[in-house]
């Protein structure tokens, strides 16, 4: 079973900055898309952005300009770049690592909090 570990999570001030990490316990992950989601009380999760295999990225619309995704094979881990941040950027946010062929080998990380709050 496939597990994702997010970490970097916390508060901080509008403006500000955090990079999000998700460690995958395997490399058998390279081909997978990763992606992070993030879903804030009483909505539901919503895509934040994406990377491919190939290294394609996608951004929610919210988020361009601002984030950035990338993603380390070696060590089998996928950051989010979070800058410029909103009060409205505050949610738990999830890793996903998904295959691009076979959509039942689909898998979630915990979850981190990220508060954006004066």
């Known amino acids: 079973q496939v597990q994702l570990v997010e970490s970097g999570g916390g508060l901080v001030q509008p403006g500000g900055s955090l990079r999000l990490s998700c460690a995958a316990s395997e490399s058998s992950l390279t081909i997978f898309s990763m992606g992070w989601y993030r879903q804030a009380p009483g909505k539901q999760r919503d895509l934040v952005a994406t990377?491919?295999?190939?290294?394609?990225?996608n951004y929610a619309d919210s988020v361009k300009g601002r984030f950035t995704i990338s993603r380390d094979n070696a060590k089998n881990t996928v950051y989010l770049q979070m800058n410029t941040l909103k009060p409205e950027d505050t949610a738990v946010y999830y890793c996903n690592a998904r295959h691009p062929l076979f959509k039942s080998l689909d898998y979630w990380g915990q979850g981190t909090q990220v508060t954006v709050s004066s």
């Open positions: 990377v491919t295999g190939g290294g394609s990225t």
